[in-house]
């Protein structure tokens, strides 16, 4: 499969709705208009909870937020729809953004149950506040008109709605295969892969948290002006669990599971107002939405992926050409060798009465290969936190390239020129090993929001594709560029983790137990590629435990033991000294 | 506000949040045996109430019909599993506690009712026609997905929870109750009434708090319940089977939940639907708690009931606001100081 098959398919699915309205009963069409509508917001829920990891139970509140707010503008002013659009908008996002500030800081399901918790207080408050009707609701919405022409029946409002729709899935899928959209990617891979790739995680999860309720907003803006008439019940908490039940259904981790998720819940709910009074008179009302849950946990107890992620496996893959040569992106000047580039003086970190570093101080100089060594909990991990910014110490200074690093959050280390490996590989298994790499361009790289949506930043992507093509090349795993992360054997995926981390143009080279879970093989092939990126005037940081590995490697080894540092020197100096051996054998006999 | 009713808002306020802290502590006991946030607890409670109320009435409660169709259910899978397992030998075993316990419990309430019992034997029927429905639902919806996330668990329980508005609305109709007070003593302390049923809340709220203490610290299986929620492996390579564990946190809680209805019953109109406030209000208690500490849920559930009694004195159309949007400091505090504990967990 090509693009142009996947070009062909999508025209073919816009001419089909197209033609619907003629085809189908105005019922249908109106049926047709509800999924489209809840459509919209699924969408931002997938991109919210599939792909930015964050689970929403309150998007329902945003519709309402953006329904009220354009039913007070039209219905109970008398302004235009449209000036209702923007209001509608405006104040669903001005909302979103406050509530993410606020909440977007927050860990795992407690984010989760912070959704629940503002659904619900927005929820009660359209049938509780003075002035929207309370729980009447506010009638006589006019409709949405274009000119002289309004759009009332359901035939009218079908193309708007779609119309909008199909936009939003172009640009959501352009926005997804950008600068952007990878960062959105790579959030459920955690804050700390994210941060060390030089991005913000709680700016990006912001930008995400109001595109999804912008989506929101749209959808009650075009509820409102189609059903002319709102209340607080489709705004309420159970509608919020709809929406996620929607994106569920569909394959929370893509945009169109948003759509097909949206149509086979909408369809699914009016078969079961069909054909439930057949089968139980007078209990219908009650047994719909007994139905309904029920049905949506066995969904979710027999295929958590969703619908469209499972039916994709079967779809050929789309074949994609290599990158083409492209400019260059621009590089940081690197500091000339033997220059100091790290210093780290007096670094202690306590946890509570535990000090796992005390008083430590070494120096890198640039185009060597150090190594940190030491036993288990000498406190080597502790000082690549504490180096990377995952911690800060508790007394003593990081200085890197001239400037005190000691205080700065870890993504602003990472854009000084720190790039490191993770001694539990850090990768998006469901991105391409190109994709992976190109996460690592996203410090020399500058494209925003519009431009990714609107495609305005092709001439960045192709320097950036073709940064991460080199890379993977230099790496040796040039060859395969498309295969998904997630099938490479460990040894291979520790090397992508090295060609991400060259792909930032780091000035100095972090990396955590690179051999540990390596075969001997692996382990040379490893060893070979450090030296090389050394004889190409990069710095390297090792913390590591393997001394083979070590040994044969690297210029300077400094050893950690209970936390204070043992010695520092050349290699053959280490292996002599007596203290190294009694911290690793327990003692000469 | 004058500081008399301040002090009959505090009672007040002591007394719905006694409640809630039976519902809380339900609540944080299932969700560290078995990860689950289990938020129809409260549907649980109003059911109790409910179900004591068609007792009272004279009329066989629908909670009968629900556990007969529960257990069937949980049976069918429970066989379907074993035979697929392969494990016919525990067959027995499993229609036992799937299907004669629980059609032995609606069983003997059908006879007892038939006798006219006393309101004490009625209170007792109540709560054995509500404890086999969460361990029964545990089996049917939560077993198939032990594994999942704490995410997917909590989406499956939000989704149970409306299973449960409508089953409650087919099987006790659309009429709230509200159930003889169990006590019209009451007493004057520093010039404010205390009415009985309010102490009896509180009173009930700590002997249960302290039972539950005591199962934990001096019994056998309450120590493999604790060990359960600290590590799931461990306590298995320790032969506590997690599954069962689960099954003893769920009737624990429904204990908790029952009492908590069957107390809330004569103060307030309890309806099909009442539960969802119940439950995500103690649910708020529990999350100050930090959903680990018995005492800290217990203490945020009457922090949120003394919270709840002011902010209805204020405005009663927004007092449901006023307590979700509270929740989100709340949420933050939690969340920052989990965080601190986390970082050190890692190092």
Not at chain 1, 246 to 270: F, R, Y
Not at chain 1, 335 to 344: D, H, N
Not at chain 2, 317 to 327: H, N, P, Q, R, T
């Amino acid at each position: 499969m090509t693009r142009l098959h996947v070009q062909l398919a999508a025209a073919a699915a816009l001419a089909c709705l197209a033609l619907a309205p003629v085809v189908l009963s105005p019922f249908s069409v109106t049926l047709m208009n509800y999924i489209g509508i809840y459509s919209l917001v699924a969408i931002g829920l997938a991109l919210l909870t599939g792909v930015g990891g964050i689970v929403s139970f309150g998007q329902a509140a945003f519709v309402g937020i953006a329904a009220y707010a354009t039913a007070w503008v039209s219905a109970l002013n008398g302004q235009s729809p449209w000036l209702g659009l923007l209001f509608g908008v405006a104040l669903t996002c001005g909302v979103a953004a406050i509530l993410g500030v606020v909440t977007l800081r927050l860990q795992g399901h407690f984010l989760s149950l912070s959704t629940v918790a503002w659904g619900l207080a927005i929820g009660f408050l359209f049938g509780n506040v003075d002035g929207l009707g309370r729980f009447n609701g506010i009638s006589s919405i006019p409709p949405i008109s274009l000119g002289s022409f309004a759009l009332v029946s359901s035939a009218q409002i079908y193309y708007l709605i779609w119309g909008i729709v199909a936009l939003v899935l172009l640009l959501g899928y352009n926005l997804l295969d950008s600068r952007l959209g990878r960062a959105m990617r790579a959030l459920r891979g955690g804050n700390a892969l994210v941060e060390s790739l030089g991005i913000n995680a709680f700016r990006i999860k912001l930008v995400t948290f109001v595109i999804a309720a912008f989506l929101a907003s749209l959808s009650g803006w075009l509820y409102a002006h189609m059903s002319r008439f709102i209340s607080p019940g489709p705004f309420d908490a159970s509608m919020g669990i709809e929406y996620l039940m929607m994106t569920m259904v569909g394959g929370a981790g893509n945009l169109l599971g948003g759509v097909v998720g949206a149509a086979i819940v909408t369809l699914l709910k009016n078969s079961v107002q069909d054909y439930l009074p057949l089968i139980a008179k007078g209990a219908s009302g009650q047994l719909e939405i007994v139905a309904f849950s029920a049905l949506f946990i066995l969904f979710l107890q027999w295929a958590r992926q969703g619908i469209v992620p499972s039916i994709a496996r079967y779809l050929p893959k789309i074949r994609r050409e290599r990158p083409q040569p492209a400019p260059p992106l621009p590089r940081r000047p690197q500091p000339t060798p033997g220059e100091l580039l790290l210093k780290v003086d007096g670094a202690e970190r306590r946890f509570g009465g535990l000090v796992a570093v005390n008083n430590v101080s070494f120096e890198v100089r640039s185009g060597e290969i150090l190594a940190v060594i030491g036993p288990n909990g000498a406190g080597k991990s502790t000082m690549f936190n504490c180096l990377t910014g995952a911690l800060r110490v508790s007394k003593g200074e990081i200085v890197f390239a001239g400037r005190s690093i000691t205080r700065d959050p870890q993504s602003r280390i990472a854009k000084a020129g720190v790039a490191r490996t993770f001694q539990h590989v850090k990768l998006r298994p469901r991105m391409s090993l190109l994709e992976n790499v190109m996460l690592g361009t996203y410090g020399r790289t500058s494209s925003g929001l519009f431009a990714g949506a609107f495609r305005l930043n092709r001439r960045e992507e192709a320097s950036a594709r073709h940064e991460a093509l080199m890379q993977l090349e230099r790496v040796g795993l040039g060859d395969k560029p498309f295969e998904l992360a997630g099938n490479l054997p460990l040894g291979n995926q520790r090397i992508l983790e090295i060609a991400r981390a060259l792909a930032a143009d780091p000035a100095l080279l972090v990396l955590d137990e690179p051999a540990a879970g390596l075969r001997r093989q692996e382990k040379l092939r490893l060893a070979e590629l450090l030296r090389s990126l050394r004889a190409g005037h990069l710095t390297i940081l090792i913390v590591e435990h393997d001394m083979e590995f070590v040994m044969s490697l690297v210029d300077r080894i400094v050893v950690l033991d209970f936390g204070s540092k043992l010695c520092e020197g050349v290699p053959s100096a280490i292996r002599s000294d007596e203290r190294v051996q009694e911290a690793y054998l327990g003692g000469v006999a | 506000m004058t500081s008399d009713i301040a002090a009959i808002l505090a009672i007040d306020g002591i007394a719905t949040g006694a409640v809630y802290a039976l519902v809380a502590i339900g609540t944080v006991l299932i969700f560290t045996v078995t990860r689950v946030i289990f938020i129809p607890f409260g549907d649980i409670a109003a059911f109790t109430a409910l179900t004591l109320a068609a007792l009272d009435a004279k009329r066989f409660p629908g909670t009968g019909a629900l556990v007969v169709v529960l257990a069937c259910l949980a049976t069918l899978i429970e066989v379907i599993s074993l035979i697929r397992s392969g494990d016919i030998r525990l067959l027995p075993r499993a229609l036992l506690f799937y299907l004669i316990l629980p059609l032995a419990v609606v069983g003997i309430a059908w006879l007892t009712m038939r006798m006219d019992p006393p309101l004490a034997v009625r209170l007792v029927l109540a709560l054995m026609l509500i404890t086999p429905i969460a361990p029964l639902l545990d089996r049917i919806v939560f077993r198939p997905i032990a594994d999942g996330t704490v995410l997917l668990l909590l989406t499956v329980s939000v989704a149970l929870h409306f299973a449960l508005v409508g089953l409650g609305l087919l099987f006790f109709g659309p009429e709230g109750v509200r159930t003889e007070p169990l006590t019209s003593f009451s007493t004057e302390f520093a010039g404010v009434l205390i009415s009985g049923q309010t102490m009896l809340i509180v009173i009930a709220a700590l002997v249960f708090s302290g039972l539950l203490y005591l199962f934990f610290d001096f019994t056998l299986v309450g120590k493999s319940l604790r060990a359960t929620a600290v590590n799931r492996t461990g306590s298995r390579l320790m032969g506590i089977r997690p599954a069962r564990a689960g099954t003893i946190a769920y009737l624990l809680g429904s204990l908790m939940a029952g009492v908590s209805g069957i107390l809330i019953a004569p103060v307030n109109t309890v309806f099909y639907d009442s539960g969802f406030l119940i439950g995500l209000k103690a649910f708020v208690g529990a999350i100050v708690g930090g959903m680990t500490s018995y005492p800290g849920a217990a203490i945020g559930a009457v922090g949120v009931g003394i919270l709840e009694s002011f902010a209805s004195f204020q405005s009663s159309a927004l007092k449901d606001v006023i307590v979700f949007s509270l929740l989100i400091p709340i949420l933050i505090w939690r969340s920052l100081a989990s965080l601190h504990s986390e970082e050190e967990i890692e190092e």
